[in-house]
C-alpha cells in the first residue's frame, strides 16, 4: 500500500501535496501520538492551526 501512495506522490499532481505530522498529547494518558494527513501546499498553515 505505501508503494502507491510513494508513486502517486511522484507525478505532476503529487507535487502539490504535503504530509503534515502534528503530535497531539492525550489528555488521559499524558502521551504523546502522531497524525499524519495530507493537505494541498497552500492549506499547510491552516492545517497546523487547528
Request: no cysteine; charged share 30%; hydrophobic share 40%.
Amino acid at each position: 500500500m505505501a508503494k502507491k501512495v510513494v508513486a502517486t506522490l511522484k507525478t505532476a499532481t503529487g507535487k502539490d501535496w504535503a504530509k503534515v505530522i502534528k503530535a497531539v498529547k492525550s489528555p488521559k494518558t499524558g502521551a504523546y501520538t502522531f497524525r499524519e494527513e495530507m493537505v494541498p501546499i497552500d492549506q499547510v498553515q491552516d492545517a497546523l492551526k487547528k
